[in-house]
């Protein structure tokens, strides 16, 4: 519901990047703000939702994977470009420095790592939902284990490619860096300000991180449109709307900024660790081993050791029951 609103935001400035008055505006940081307040997307967030109840009613697998496979590789091209980019703005060394710097004393908050379990789950789908839904159209040849490496390994290139854009541009125009999630929406289009067509490489950006919040919000609403037609024999078109329209009338308590920033909040880091939690409780310990190693050994050649299923039970489950226990004793 909430990521439905930034989608929104992801499809205005896309548009307003090609005609350049996203890019061209006097202030960034005040043109997003707008944007953020109350209704300050409603259309926006309504165009999207449209959208996505066109593409779950003809199926997840068509033409919006298709256009991924050409866009994700244009959005790493661009990426690499502007982290060599911002590495020639006044003041990015500063950036660089609180980056590269760490605070080894934070590691001892549990909150740093109940933060760092949530980030890592919301940005892996590990919430217990578009996992199972997408691991059941995957074809039983797949290769879980070679797959799974890739997405792991862009996922971590995304991240660190993006932070060396964001922090160094930060500095260099003198916003905070704990702004969070917005920064991307208040530093890029300064960036793009300085580089020649810098419209059309801002709108090629924001259409590739379009598609790719596309691509999140299919699978978010695929689990409970799944579970109508499972549960109570709906047909998918009619699943489809229910789903997606209750979405959207509830999502406009979201079009508020500071309202969709605590619900992000909550849902990032206490609701999809549980999730993720709970999902590996259920495979790990629920099933049995028989029943783990031959889903573990579908599409893998060689045998699956038995390390996995201990390295699931005792550290996946373990370290994150441990470190989500401990951030709610700590909030009581």
Same mark, same amino acid.
Request: charged share 10%; proline share 4%; with cysteine.
């Given at each position: 519901?909430?990521?439905? $609103?930034? #989608?929104?935001?992801?499809? *205005? +400035? ?6 350049? %008055? =996203? /890019? ?117 040849? $797949?290769? #879980?284990?070679?797959?799974? *490496? +890739? ?6 290139? %995304? =991240? /660190? ?119 590996? #409780? ?51």
């Amino acid at each position: 519901m909430g990521y439905a $609103v930034v #989608v929104g935001w992801f499809l *205005k +400035y896309t548009i307003q990047a090609f005609t350049g %008055a =996203a /890019i061209y505006n006097g202030d960034s940081t005040a043109f997003f703000v707008q944007i953020a307040g109350n209704l300050g997307s409603f259309s926006w967030h309504l165009i999207v939702s449209a959208a996505i109840l066109a593409v779950l009613c003809g199926g997840i697998l068509n033409g919006i994977e298709k256009l991924n496979k050409i866009l994700m590789p244009v959005f790493f091209a661009i990426f690499l470009f502007l982290v060599a980019r911002v590495a020639f703005l006044p003041g990015a060394g500063e950036g660089y420095k609180f980056l590269l710097s760490p605070n080894w004393n934070m590691l001892l908050e549990p909150k740093i790592w109940i933060f760092a379990l949530g980030q890592a789950f919301f940005a892996l789908s590990l919430a217990g939902s578009g996992t199972i839904v997408y691991g059941s159209y995957l074809s039983e040849k $797949v290769d #879980v284990f070679y797959v799974a *490496k +890739y997405v792991v390994f862009f996922d971590i290139a %995304a =991240a /660190i490619l993006s932070v060396l854009i964001i922090i160094p541009a930060v500095f260099s125009f003198g916003m905070e860096p704990a702004a969070g999630p917005p920064l991307m929406f208040m530093v890029m289009p300064e960036i793009f300000k300085q580089i020649p067509f810098g419209s059309i490489l801002a709108g090629i950006f924001f259409l590739a991180i379009l598609f790719a919040g596309v691509t999140s919000l299919v699978n978010l609403y695929e689990t409970p449109i799944e579970a109508l037609q499972k549960e109570f024999g709906l047909s998918r078109r009619l699943a489809v709307t229910i789903v997606v329209c209750a979405g959207f009338v509830i999502g406009l308590v979201f079009e508020n900024g500071d309202m969709l920033g605590m619900w992000m909040d909550i849902i990032s880091v206490y609701i999809i660790p549980l999730g993720a939690l709970i999902s590996g #409780v259920i495979f790990f310990w629920v099933c049995k081993p028989a029943f783990i190693r031959e889903q573990l050994q579908l599409g893998h050649d060689k045998p699956v050791s038995e390390a996995y299923i201990a390295l699931g039970r005792y550290l996946f489950c373990g370290l994150t029951a441990l470190v989500y226990c401990i951030e709610i004793i700590r909030n009581l």
